[in-house]
């Protein structure tokens, strides 16, 4: 599956056992030997009886992560598409907490991706104090960024062009930076107007990929609280384009699709 080019191995954990290991995972990742696929959802069991599923995410390089959008987007159409609910509005489990995915009329999903977190800590992210604009020192060069938890790190980079954004060797750099402890996902994002990004996105673990819906999200958000922007934001990345909305306690939803591109089997 895929969203906006974002793309994902979605494996029904609920009707048969499935025990990812590291190894395992870097090997279906690979995209000539293997299947290939940016990061590795699993459908499990809800762990509370009040929710519906519980999602699990991977990357390629067999890292487990907290979130990722664009994942929750093709998750809740997997499991309509599959007849494990027939719900419209699911309520699903991750490591960061509770998500509300919810099909709209036009078949657009919109997920509740639950309140922003701008604290340093939340990140991780080292800081003597909360900021919407940190110094961060990257090849002899001082960056200004922005930063901001949803469930997973991100740091923001404003550029004049996406284009010539030095994406392929800051990227690598800020997301394994002294001041991520644990890394962190990094948006490049050039503003069009108060309501419009344009984003690339490096994301931990994985490298650039076509889209990120928390990285999204984090681009518009930190666009709004830097007083760059104005909600709702629509986020054009490279597979398409986001609307991201975001109020005044923090909350955060983000509106797109999903897409199935072919379904299989495999022995592991």
């Known amino acids: 599956m895929h969203g906006l080019g974002n793309d994902f191995m979605v494996v029904d954990c609920i009707r048969q056992k499935f025990f990812a290991n590291k190894d395992l995972i870097k090997k279906l990742a690979d995209r000539h030997f293997g299947i290939g696929f940016d990061q590795l959802l699993l459908v499990e069991p809800p762990y509370n009886p009040d929710l519906d599923f519980h999602y699990r995410i ?6 487990e992560v907290q979130m990722c959008g664009n994942g929750a987007r093709c998750f809740v159409k997997f499991v309509r598409d ?3 609910t027939n719900k419209k509005e699911v309520l699903v489990s991750t490591m960061s907490g509770v998500l509300t995915l919810k099909v709209n009329k036009d078949e657009s999903i ?4 639950g ?3 701008f604290e340093p800590s939340s990140l991780p992210f080292i800081a003597e104090s909360q900021s919407d604009f940190y110094d961060i020192k990257v090849d002899n060069e001082i960056l200004k960024v922005g930063c901001v938890s949803l ?7 404003n550029v004049d062009d996406i284009n010539t954004a030095p994406v ?7 997301e394994s930076h002294q001041r991520f402890p644990e890394r962190v996902n990094v948006g490049f994002s050039q503003k069009i107007d108060e309501h419009t990004i344009s984003l690339r996105v490096f994301e931990r673990g994985c490298g650039e990929t076509f889209a ?9 958000i930190v666009g709004i609280k830097q007083g760059l922007l104005k909600s709702p934001v629509d986020v054009i990345l490279k597979g398409g384009t986001l609307k991201i909305e975001f109020d005044k306690e923090n ?3 983000m509106t797109g699709t999903a897409t199935t591109v072919y379904e299989g089997e495999i022995e592991v």
């Open 251 to 253: 909350f955060v939803k």
């Open 168 to 174: 392929d060797k800051i990227g690598p750099l800020l």
């Open 82 to 84: 599959h007849g494990l």
């Open 58 to 63: 991977f990357n390629a390089d067999g890292s």
């Open 212 to 220: 990120c819906g928390s990285g999204a999200c984090a681009a518009a």
């Open 110 to 113: 919109t997920v509740n991706m």
């Open 151 to 157: 469930g997973n790190p991100h740091v923001v980079l």
């Open 115 to 117: 309140k922003a977190n």
